[in-house]
C-alpha cells in the first residue's frame, strides 16, 4: 500500500511538471517592448535588380510578423531596423576544363543599423553577405528570383538572430 501510495504521489508531480520550450528563438520582454519599425532596405548596389529592395524588406517584416508580437511599423518604434543594400555582384566560380566558368556566383551584402530604444546597449551595425551558386550555362534572368529568395531568408533569419533572438 505505502508502495502504491508513493507512485501515485511520484506520478502527481511528474504530471504538474511542466517544460516549455519556444522555437522561434525570441528573447523578448514583451512587458516592455512592443514594437520594432522596419525601413525600407534601398539597393545601392552598383548592379540592380528591381524588386531585390522591396523582396528583402518585405521578407525581414514577414518573419518578424511570424515570428514575435511585436507590432511591425515603418518608423518609430522601440526596436529599429534600417539598412540598404551595399552589394549585388555576379562572379565566375569553378573553371572548367575548357577555361570558361562551369558555375556562376551570385551575392548580396546588406549593411544593417539595429537601434534598441529600451535597451541602447544591444544597438549595433553589422553587415551581413549570403550567395548562391548556378550553373552557368543557365542565364541569371532565369534563376535570379529563386536565388534572391534564398539569399533574403538567409539575411533576414541573421538579422532576426542577432536583434531579438540573441543566437
Known sequence: ??????????GMMLSSCAISYKFNG????????HSISIAD?????????APLSQDLSEGIRDLFARQTR????RKGGQLELEGEITDYTISAMAIAADSYAAETKLTMT????FTNNVNPNES??????????????KLLTDVQEE?????ITEIAE??????VAKW
Open 147 to 151: 536565388l534572391c529568395a534564398t539569399m
Open 158 to 163: 541573421s538579422i532576426y538572430n542577432d536583434t
Open 41 to 49: 532596405f534601398p539597393n545601392m548596389a552598383a548592379l540592380v535588380y
Open 70 to 73: 511585436l507590432e511591425i511599423l
Open 124 to 137: 549595433f551595425e553589422k553587415t551581413y553577405t549570403a550567395f548562391q551558386t548556378f550553373d552557368s550555362n
Open 26 to 33: 525570441a528573447s523578448i520582454d514583451y512587458a516592455t517592448t
Open 1 to 10: 500500500m505505502k508502495k502504491l501510495i508513493i507512485i501515485s504521489l511520484w
Open 110 to 113: 546588406v549593411h544593417v543599423r
